[in-house]
């Protein structure tokens, strides 16, 4: 690839350009570990410092043919076995027929008339939260802490339904899970190293992941012995019902395999609650940095819900909030970036690529390009998308990515849409709220993007 311009660091044995991305990222948190005056949403070199220092932008036309692969070029590059082991063989990781079968059914669960039924336990969630809160007025919150125990709530209630209690203990279980796998995702260990020896990690996670797949047969088990015995006319209408549903269809080329429900199961939480948590941080955040649309968007919310609940057709009429989120996704996507891997020798651009490399898609990059976006790229301007997401893009579906684009488009993104007008909307009526003179500002790619010191916020009760 030298040969054709594209440079970056040496590499080395063993550990590649590791040692590298350790030390940039390093040199940041030694430098940003304090309040600033000025808070900037130019957070590339912060967040993704190797990738700033390394990035070769191309043409969104070319991230637009990598994303739609129509001819399946470029595929999903094999995941590390802690994502493994987190996310299962579910819908994120697959590939092929077993990837359109999962999508299909995944499509189900989080459209229509579904996700209309899901909203009820939505509002619950919100409230559970708000009472919560009454305890803690005039005091600071710490945001990610508090956004991580409504999302969790909210994944299990629209997951497992009648059976959340027991689908809770489990995602509890998976998010220990997930912090096992986190702290161990980029140490270097040789391979087969824990067939000779496993350190406590290994064998925490081992544990955890075996009690989950215990955990979701038993709540299985329960639900489909409510059918046997007329408990229930159908499997029901959560996610977990679809799935077992799915397991029992007798259409051998629609149905899954236990392995998959549990994966499925695995995935749900995973993806939704880490995006989720981040969506409704850094916009919770950006609205204690301008009071301005803060206000607007109470006003907004005063007026589509008044003092009920909110509902399917007034979230419809969310427009000041819908742009608030949107920009709040330009400037922090949860994800920093995509990986695909090609799968054979083909063109891209002027570029001939070989089978096997890995295409590092920095959606950081393009949400921050001023070629894109104006000289303001950095700025938090909702305005931008008074007129939509085409006309805020001139109609380049590759400019805006918060949940990438193509067939592998995130397929719970209406849930996730949802999900969040409903909590700023029932937060706005009945908090302000203002940022943290001890804010430190360091978005960290970690999972998603999130904030390494947590975002503190004072809530003023209305």
Not at 1 to 26: D, N, V, W
Not at 70 to 93: A, C, H, N, Q, S
Not at 183 to 194: A, D, I, S, V, Y
Not at 429 to 444: A, E, G, I, K, N
Request: one cysteine or more; a neutral charge; hydrophobic letters at 40%.
């Amino acid at each position: 690839m030298a040969s054709q311009g594209i440079k970056g660091p040496p590499y080395r044995f063993i550990h590649g350009c590791t040692k590298e991305m350790s030390k940039l990222k390093k040199d940041v948190r030694m430098t940003m570990n304090k309040p600033m005056a000025n808070v900037s949403h130019d957070i590339l070199p912060i967040a993704e410092p190797h990738i700033h220092e390394w990035n070769k932008l191309y043409a969104t036309e070319l991230v637009k043919e990598v994303l739609n692969n129509r001819d399946k070029t470029y595929v999903k590059p094999e995941f590390p076995e802690g994502l493994r082991k987190i996310l299962g063989d579910g819908l994120v990781t697959t590939e092929g027929k077993k990837w359109a079968r999962q999508r299909r059914l995944a499509h189900l669960a989080f459209h229509g008339e579904s996700l209309k039924g899901m909203i009820p336990a939505m509002v619950d969630s919100v409230h559970m939260l708000l009472k919560r809160w009454q305890n803690l007025e005039a005091k600071e919150v710490e945001l990610f802490e508090e956004f991580a125990m409504i999302t969790s709530e909210v994944i299990s209630r629209t997951a497992f339904g009648s059976s959340y209690i027991e689908g809770r203990n489990t995602f509890q279980m998976l998010s220990e899970l997930t912090s096992v796998v986190s702290r161990n995702l980029f140490k270097l260990r040789l391979p087969g190293m824990r067939k000779i020896w496993k350190t406590s990690d290994d064998i925490e996670s081992e544990r955890l992941e075996v009690a989950i797949r215990d955990a979701v047969l038993e709540i299985i088990k329960k639900r489909e012995e409510k059918v046997n015995t007329g408990g229930m006319d159908g499997y029901g209408n959560d996610f977990l019902g679809f799935l077992v549903k799915a397991y029992h269809d007798p259409d051998e080329s629609k149905r899954i395999t236990i392995d998959d429900l549990v994966d499925e199961c695995k995935t749900f939480y995973f993806a939704g609650q880490e995006t989720m948590n981040t969506i409704l941080t850094w916009t919770v955040f950006l609205l204690a940095m301008h009071q301005d649309w803060q206000g607007e968007a109470r006003k907004e919310a005063t007026h589509v819900f008044g003092n009920e609940d909110p509902t399917h057709e007034g979230l419809m009429e969310l427009i000041t909030v819908g742009m608030i989120i949107n920009e709040a996704l330009r400037l922090y996507p949860p994800g920093g970036g995509v990986i695909r891997k090609v799968g054979r020798r083909v063109t891209l651009g002027n570029l001939v690529l070989p089978p096997d490399i890995a295409l590092h898609l920095s959606i950081l990059t393009i949400h921050h390009d001023p070629r894109i976006w104006g000289d303001d790229a950095h700025l938090f301007k909702p305005e931008r998308f008074a007129g939509g997401i085409a006309k805020a893009t001139n109609n380049d579906a590759a400019a805006f990515l918060p949940f990438g684009m193509g067939p592998r488009t995130c397929v719970g993104y209406n849930f996730t849409m949802t999900e969040a007008k409903i909590a700023i909307t029932m937060i706005l009526r009945r908090y302000s709220f203002t940022l943290s003179p001890d804010y430190v500002h360091l978005p960290t790619q970690m999972m998603t993007i999130r904030p390494q010191h947590g975002v503190k916020v004072i809530l003023h009760p209305l």
